[in-house]
């Protein structure tokens, strides 16, 4: 039997990548604002390097004043197909796999991960499992007025991660542990490697460890019985380093 598929499993495989691909965003875009128009599908952004994203996703809002998220297809204002179509297929995957987060067209902060009691935190873990389910990685969430927050996907050849270097690799593993709720970080640190072809390898038969690497680095992660970081050590180039 397969194991189930669970939310909290899915934010460790989606957290480092996704971060990662956020922080690649906001250098990218630098000082910016944003404008969209849902009904003729247009998004941009404007400011330090303007773009006009070619696709983007309606995901859904989170509004503090009933405390809940709404997916965009539910949504009674009826968006364009066209915008909901991903949030709709990631609802097909929560209805197959019983994930009633991922399935309800409206879901209560109360019962996310954590309890999240405001808006731009409620949205997260569901913009997360929508970007792992997709493999569409580059998100975007605005002010809608009111305190509510609508979160997007978006889209552009333009928004692409560079190959891997060992500076950015180890700033993601250190921010992850530092600044992301991670259920379990062997996971995440694994999954990270793999979606982001690192190939990664347990140390021993005890999984203590993960080693990673791309063309001039290698990492080795070790962890400590709960599953938790304890120590990374890599070389680069030659030279070796600690964190």
Known sequence: MSKKHTLPDMLDDAALLSLEHQIHLEEFLGEHNWHVDLQAARFEFTGERPLICERFHLLGSAAPGPRSWMWGWANPSGFPEELTALGAAVRDFGRDNEIPELADPE????????????????????????????????????????????????????????????????????????????????????????LRGLSPRFVDAERSGITLGGADFTFEVSFDEHNRISGIEGNLSGASTTG
């Open 107 to 194: 879901v209560p902060f109360a019962t996310l991960p954590g309890s999240p009691e405001e808006a731009h935190l409620a949205l997260h873990p569901l913009t997360e499992a929508a970007k792992l389910l997709t493999g569409r990685w580059f998100s975007y969430n605005g002010d809608a007025g009111g305190g509510t927050r609508v979160a997007f996907i978006i889209e552009h050849p333009d928004l692409r991660l560079p190959a891997p270097v060992s500076t950015r690799v180890m700033r993601i593993l250190q921010e992850g542990i530092s600044g992301l709720r991670l259920f379990d970080h062997k996971r995440a640190v694994y999954t990270y490697a793999r």
